[in-house]
């Protein structure tokens, strides 16, 4: 059975940085592009970066470019999201995703599209 686990959210103050880890089991995760959500209590869950089989494409979401950096470690079936200079507004809970795809340059932006969701990390970034 497919599982995705998130580890490595927490609290940081605005201006710190974190690195968040997803671990896959019951999948070889190199077939899958990887999705990073995130989603506040009442609002729609919103990609925030997401990563194509083998790495090659990358979609960051305009509020994050260039702070934010997904990459995947397909040999020890794991994705990352290295977060730097955060702001109070990226408190959310985050979420990985991963969504089967032939292709090697395709990246998924819709939540809709994903087969397999952890349950989440929470960052919370103070003032």
């Known amino acids: 059975q497919a599982q995705l686990v998130e580890s490595g959210g927490g609290l940081v103050q605005a201006g710190g940085s974190l690195r968040l880890s997803c671990a896959a089991s019951g999948i070889f995760l190199s077939n899958y592009i990887v999705g990073w959500f995130r989603q506040a209590p009442g609002k729609e869950r919103e990609i925030v970066a997401a990563?194509?089989?083998?790495?090659?494409?990358?979609f960051y979401a305009h509020s994050v470019r260039g702070r934010f950096t997904v990459s995947r470690d397909d040999g020890k079936n794991m994705a990352y999201l290295q977060m730097t200079s955060l702001k109070t507004e990226d408190t959310d809970v985050y979420y990985c995703?991963?969504?089967?795809?032939?292709?090697?340059?395709?990246?998924?932006?819709?939540?809709?599209?994903?087969?397999?969701w952890g349950r989440g990390t929470q960052v919370t970034v103070s003032s």
């Open positions: 990563i194509s089989r083998e790495g090659g494409n990358t």
């Open positions: 995703a991963a969504d089967y795809m032939l292709d090697r340059w395709t990246i998924t932006e819709s939540p809709d599209a994903y087969d397999h």
